[in-house]
């Protein structure tokens, strides 16, 4: 059963860091290409960021441009999310999504067309 798992949620203060993992099981992860996405009460999913499968390339929604980094290490079959100065607006459900590269050299996408996904972890900013 191909499955995504993230972890590295919580609380921190406006200003804080956090680092996200989204950890494959059920698939070889290295195929696949990995979107962070989330989801605030009373605001749209939104893309935030995404590593191609090879994590040479990476994409990053403008409001956290500079301040989140993508990351991987397909030997853990973990794709990391490095969230840094973070502010109130980032609070909000984190999920990372896998799409299995659909053609040579795709890099990845902020929209939300992936195939598998996880349950999500809550993210917090608050003082």
């Known amino acids: 059963q191909k499955q995504l798992v993230e972890s590295g949620g919580g609380l921190v203060q406006p200003g804080g860091s956090l680092r996200l993992s989204c950890t494959a099981s059920?698939?070889?992860?290295?195929?696949?290409?990995v979107g962070w996405f989330r989801h605030a009460p009373g605001k749209e999913r939104e893309g935030v960021s995404c590593?191609?499968?090879?994590?040479?390339?990476?994409m990053y929604a403008e409001s956290v441009t500079g301040r989140f980094i993508a990351s991987r290490d397909n030997a853990k079959s973990t794709v990391y999310l490095q969230m840094n100065s973070l502010k109130p607006e980032d609070a909000a459900f984190y999920y990372c999504?896998?799409?299995?590269?659909?053609?040579?050299?795709?890099?990845?996408?902020?929209?939300?067309?992936?195939?598998?996904w996880g349950q999500g972890t809550q993210v917090t900013v608050s003082s």
């Open positions: 999504a896998a799409l299995e590269d659909p053609y040579p050299d795709f890099t990845c996408r902020l929209t939300p067309e992936y195939d598998h």
């Open positions: 590593i191609s499968s090879s994590g040479d390339d990476t």
């Open positions: 059920g698939f070889i992860l290295e195929y696949y290409a």
